[in-house]
């Protein structure tokens, strides 16, 4: 069933599952720390999809993103990985075959150009005032997320910046969140994971870390992966879900 809660700052709903329901049988706590996704759950790809008008590409932001996600979850169920810059050049020669490698660069370095969601910003500030430590999470690489985090001030708030690239496996296999938990120090039950992807958070839940969903981007959570933990509209909304869940 679905509980809602009234809370000082925002309404938020708790996920809770009844005894001999098959799924989502399992009791969270308030976390000791909360790994954030970044590619749009903290920052925008607009500015790709501008970039992509610019050049002339009738292919949207958002194809382009899906068939960059979908072959690589395709090459690591497979056995097989590589990192984000080539999924998104090789992708992006999919769906703008119009684009040479020169036009593909330009479009691609739109990636370290991206916005910040308004959303962020309190949510880490609340985050980090309650004494949750805070990281990210991306399939992307550490470096370019760093220089993101740098460029909106937002690096001082995170304490771990974390990447598949060091492990191998792409998200949402279990080994990039079980290296979450690793590079934390922390077991799964007192780390959650917050995502605007409903993908991202079924592999989170599986390695056994609490979820928080938001649902500014996909609007519905497919039912056909496990349920988060926490939803709410925004990351705000999901942040104060979580903590003032019981500790």
Known sequence: MT????????????????????????????????????????????????????????????????????????????????????????????????????????????????????????????????????????????????RLLDRHGLIEHVELVISVDEVQVWKPQPAPYRHALERLGLPADRVAMVAVHAWDLHGARNAGLVTGWASRLEGTYSPVFDPPDVSGVDLVEVVEGLLVMSA
């Open 3 to 146: 509980r809602t809660v009234e809370h000082p700052y925002v309404s938020w709903r708790v996920q809770r599952w009844c005894a001999g329901q098959t799924r989502g049988m399992r009791e969270v706590r308030r976390p000791e720390a909360v790994v954030f996704d970044v590619v749009e759950t903290m920052f925008s790809l607009g500015r790709v999809g501008d970039a992509l008008a610019e050049a002339g590409q009738p292919t949207t932001v958002e194809l382009f993103f899906t068939r960059l996600l979908r072959d690589a979850f395709a090459l690591g169920s497979a056995g097989r990985f590589r990192p984000f810059t080539q999924h998104a050049d090789a992708a992006l020669s999919v769906v703008a075959p119009a684009l040479d490698a020169t036009g593909r660069e330009q479009v691609l370095a739109a990636f370290g150009d991206l916005d910040v969601h308004q959303d962020v910003i309190p949510a880490f500030e609340h985050l980090r005032a309650q004494g949750v430590r805070v990281a990210t999470l991306s399939n992307g690489a550490a470096p370019a997320t760093v």
